[in-house]
């Protein structure tokens, strides 16, 4: 049994097919990518997994839990950072993160000690205390992640973590990641910073309109796309075939500087 088990599993909204029998697995100990356009059906997975949202057909199980039929059991076992930020606005992280550790029956005095040592690896003691609402964008990113590793747990689940960080927070929610699995821990996150995906991921997986295009090794993508010695960014454009797209648009941008 593998951390997260997901299997031909189908999301619609209406006409659109967010996700389209949608097979992987995230073994322990290992950072995954999840990769893909946008509207590509990366956020739509990860709320499935989460027990967010019912899919049409096919499983996602979180340490062999279904997430549908016992998304409560799942959240015990996940630290999860949503797409968009969903703060209680008027209270302080301060008080998010006293209110999370009641909800989930933490112990108050250990719970409080691993946070405020995150708090200060995170340059975030002087934020605890001001409104979320008034928190800038990355300041918000950082108190979503004190909340998601709260009750530390085996697996974390970022829906593209690196957007809105500076350089040092990236730098950190990248320490961040590889200091979990050193110490056993599983991850998937999606982005759309192929670098961080390249210096971080054992393993990704390209969606694209709902469908697995390519999964691996950033290696094994290069042989799959047959272009050897490349950068997961020119990888990602050819198999997603978005590269003569992009010639395309370049040029037209090109021209339309020009006059
Ligand atoms: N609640 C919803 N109602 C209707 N359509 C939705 C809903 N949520 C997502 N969709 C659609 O499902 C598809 C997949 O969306 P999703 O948010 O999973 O993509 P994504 O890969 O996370 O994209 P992005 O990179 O922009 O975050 C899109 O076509 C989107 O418009
Ligand atoms: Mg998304």
Redesign the pocket.
Known sequence: MHPIEVRELVKT??N?I?VNKLTFDVHEGEVYGLL??????????LKVLMGLLDPDSGTANVFGIDSTSDPIEVKKRVGYVP?EQLLYNSLTSREILEFVASVRGLDYYHSKKRVAEMARALDFTNQYDKPVVTLSQGNKQKAMLLIAMLHAPDLLILD?PFSGLDVRTSRIMKDVIQIHTERGGSVLF?T?IMEMAEGLCDRVGIIDEGILIAEGTLDELRNQSESEGATLENVFLKLTGEEEDVKKGVDALRGALDK
């Open positions: 909204f209406g659109i967010a893909g356009p946008n509207g590509a059906g990366k956020t739509t997975t797409e593209e999606s759309h």
